[in-house]
DNA sequence: ACAAAAGTGTTAATTTTACACCCATGA
DNA sequence: TCATGGGTGTAAAATTAACACTTTTGT
């Protein structure tokens, strides 16, 4: 009922493709704030900001990821809440969300001042506890994908069987077979051929699908 | 950085296994408290309270539990926050948990003045949000005992499979054939044979396991 | 014609499911 | 000895994984 001063923040781990700087291997990314003031002033954190009074929990992770990257998500999540006694001498509540974001979006984004898009396996050391929430949202981005089907928000609406798979790919750091991705991925139901094919490749053209749009794609949770 | 003057609640769906009053079956069930004031006053809705400027996020979930059941859990993990900003004049933030509590610690609880336990699919009208989160928690529950051997905090330390199979069909609420389940259950290497056996059935007497503890116990997330 | 990826077919291995049947105990 | 669940065996069905092979394009 009384205020109890504890702040409450909103951060979010934003995640990309991009090709990996010295192996050109399509590689998650996601970007970096510096802190410009204490605790842990200098050091690099996820991007966040405290929650406004008149602002949704999403919609707060959302403002923060236009602000800090440019950017639109695609995706958007919550991930989980930190609220340990000992964060810093001013009580913190942080509710951290993950974010995707299209590949063709991110390419045109450049770093600011104070951001910096780093890989995400190879991530400096970071504020808070925030390493530990890195790789949390990475494991549950990983567990997730390869039972639902959001590696399409790292695509346009219209892509190639291959270029889903690239997706999954660059996600899990592995190789998957190309004839039984085509039919676990045609068996879900959810992939429906556009009838039209990606033309302009030194080889044979492959066929356009797109997602259909379900209900639960508004209230993912 | 300021203090935004929200207010921040911790609740917690806190589920046992009770026989259901007419079929007589093994059902899960969940206390619910009687709103005192207003908004909603004199609605049920889920045990809670502020969170305390110098208590853990789980720690206040924990003493809400005891608080309401007198009981206390043998699993604890966050479930989701919720902070639409329509939710009462004064705005809260609610991190919710999510409870198990063992069989033979919830036959001895009474329920209170303004504290009853209700089946879990039988649920009235709760305030707020509240009817929402107990079927997110149920999807919740139900899911992960299906992949993690959660089933076990409904139990005492030693138990047998049929005990143990039990627990499934009642979360589920399907049968599940003995033989394959036995097999499964041992196929995951957590479960290990004290060499004793329980007596005093009309029937053979089953051998008594106890799961291995892990250090995954102490961090479930 | 050749390279390269799209797309199809086929089989082995593994996992899941169904169910028959023997075992050990109390009544 | 009978009823009751404990516990084992086994085979069909479904799923996953591995890989050969055919198709269609650009060069």
Request: charged share 20%; aromatic share 8%.
């Amino acid at each position: 009922m009384t205020d109890q001063g504890i702040e409450l923040a909103v951060s979010t781990v934003i995640f990309a493709l991009r090709p990996h700087p010295t192996t050109g291997e399509t590689t998650l990314w996601l970007p970096l704030v510096r802190r410009i003031r204490q605790p842990h002033e200098g050091r690099w954190a996820l991007p966040g900001g405290p929650l406004l009074p008149d602002e949704d929990l999403a919609a707060s992770a959302r403002h923060t990821l236009e602000r800090t990257t440019g950017l639109s998500s695609s995706y958007l999540e919550q991930l989980y809440s930190f609220g340990a006694v000992d964060r810093s001498p001013q009580r913190v509540v942080s509710i951290v969300y993950w974010a995707l974001v299209r590949s063709d979006e991110v390419a045109g984004a450049v770093d600011g001042e104070n951001v910096q898009w780093c890989v995400a396996d190879e991530i400096p050391e970071l504020a808070f506890d925030h390493d530990g929430i890195v790789q949390y949202a990475l494991n549950r981005l990983r567990a997730k994908i390869t039972y639902s089907p959001i590696a399409r928000f790292f695509l346009s609406p219209e892509f190639t069987l291959a270029e889903l798979r690239a997706v999954h790919e660059a996600v899990l750091v592995k190789r998957i077979d190309p004839a039984n991705f085509r039919r676990q991925a045609l068996a879900t139901k959810t992939l429906v051929p556009t009838g039209s094919q990606l033309t302009g490749t030194s080889h044979r053209p492959p066929a356009l699908y797109r997602f259909q749009v379900t209900s639960s794609d508004r209230n993912p949770r």
